[in-house]
């Protein structure tokens, strides 16, 4: 049976398809075991706001394509322009990529790494990755690590956060007049949080729905911490606000900002929506004085600086397919070891009973040289009756008689 991967990502989907995949991590084990019930499939999904994956063993795969569609609400054949996929060594190769940074939006960032550990300890935990799979991604892992090891390919990495206060020196000048509010306290919020203290911003707010979560980050960065529900009544005083939260709806309307531009007195007022499904609404765009850039916006902007990377891209790509190639090789030993133990045994059995013969003819007055030469004769015609009645059967069959050539290492004679 095969390992399969199906999924979609930035480069396959735009991001209003991308955030109707999103599996929280909340959801991910009921999703997992709803897939195990439905196709008999073990799995592994990794679902991040640029790419859902779903790494699985199955006999059918179309029954992994069709359940996907299903538990998503889209027409299988609306979603199918949107997959890629991925059998055995191509897959081991796509993970690679994807764990070492190099599929990632952003070439090089070390987030995805993490967020692939944690979907195999998800989908491990709940009964369904099983023994192959798993021994598959902690290969993955080490291929990775030695990706980022021996080049350069995290190195002087572009982030999100950098593109952001790039863009916002643009339109305020320095950061150090500026009033920024941070939505949601998770890891992308706390990377952004602490890139912007850098340059010292006037002041920094972090609104959560977990009050002490939000604290906790905003200790960490010289700021104040409040409630999302406050942020309404606060919006009009921050000049940039950067949403990254786990919402399954918008948590910022248009009429929120429209509340805001006129407290402020249209003085502009910066967005930045990097949650996937997107936390601000795309109606927000169209009013004067808001400049609105979504995760995708400032990824496009990032791409422009990193052609410097092209190098360690490259030998980052050679140290994968190799380590693809010998995963694979160890993976095709394994799965030939019960009949390599079987031709063995086989051959022992012979050998075995020939040499018993061997010894009874010894006893009853035989000469050596006698019994050597009759046991030379029937090992070779019993060890050779396999191959020998093969080639007689398939005479005109070129692949077999080859194959047998490359088993016993048969040299053609020159003449």
């Known amino acids: 049976m095969d390992l399969n991967l199906v999924g979609l990502n930035h480069k396959t989907a735009p991001i209003e398809i991308r955030e109707k995949f999103v599996f929280s991590h909340d959801m991910l084990s009921h999703v997992l075991k709803d897939l195990k019930l439905k196709t008999g499939a073990e799995a592994l999904i990794l679902s991040t706001c640029n790419r859902t994956e779903i790494y699985f063993k199955v006999k059918d795969p179309n029954e992994i394509y069709q359940w996907l569609a299903t538990f998503n609400k889209i027409k299988f054949t609306e979603l199918k322009k949107y997959l890629y996929t991925f059998s055995n ?3 081991y190769v796509h993970a690679c990529k994807v764990a070492s940074g190099l599929d990632s939006m952003l070439i090089g960032e070390t987030q995805i ?25 902690q290969d993955v892992f080490k291929t990775a690590k030695e990706v980022r090891t021996k080049t350069q390919i995290g190195s002087s990495a ?16 320095e950061i150090n007049q500026t ?16 890139y912007f203290q850098k340059y010292q911003p006037k002041k920094i707010s972090i609104a959560n729905r977990s009050f002490e979560k939000g604290e906790a980050l905003a200790k960490k960065v010289n700021g104040e911490a409040c409630l999302i529900g406050e942020i309404y009544d606060q919006l009009h005083n921050y000049d940039v606000l950067i949403s990254s939260t786990a919402s399954q709806l918008p948590i910022i309307g248009l009429g929120v900002i429209e509340q805001a531009l006129k407290k402020r007195k249209h003085r502009p007022i910066m967005l930045v929506d990097l949650a996937i499904p997107r936390d601000i609404e795309s109606e927000v765009s169209k009013l004067d004085d808001v400049f609105l850039y979504t995760l995708d916006d400032l990824v496009n902007i990032a791409q422009q600086g ?22 694979y090789n160890k993976t ?8 390599i133990r079987l031709l063995r045994n086989q051959f022992e059995k012979i050998a075995l009973a020939e040499a ?8 009853i007055g035989s000469s050596s040289d006698e019994v050597i030469n009759k046991l030379i004769s029937n090992l070779t015609k019993k060890f050779l009756h396999g191959p020998t009645k093969a080639i007689r059967e398939n005479e005109q069959d070129f692949e077999t008689n080859s194959l047998i050539k490359k088993i016993y290492n048969i040299k053609e004679e020159k003449k």
Do not use: W
């Open 89 to 91: 060594q191509d897959c």
């Open 113 to 137: 790494f993490g967020q692939m550990k944690q979907a195999s300890q998800i989908a491990q935990l709940s009964g369904v990755q099983g023994k192959y799979i798993n021994t598959f991604f």
């Open 158 to 173: 572009t982030t999100i956060a950098s593109c952001a206060l790039a863009i916002a020196k643009k339109i305020f000048g």
């Open 179 to 194: 009033q920024v509010m941070f939505v949601g306290a998770g890891d992308i919020s706390e990377m952004c949080a602490k």
């Open 306 to 327: 990193l052609t410097n990377r092209q190098g360690a891209t490259k030998k980052a790509t050679q140290i994968i397919e190799h380590q693809a190639k010998d995963f």
């Open 332 to 339: 095709r030993q394994i799965k030939n070891t019960p009949t």
């Open 356 to 363: 018993e013969k061997a010894k009874k003819s010894i006893k």
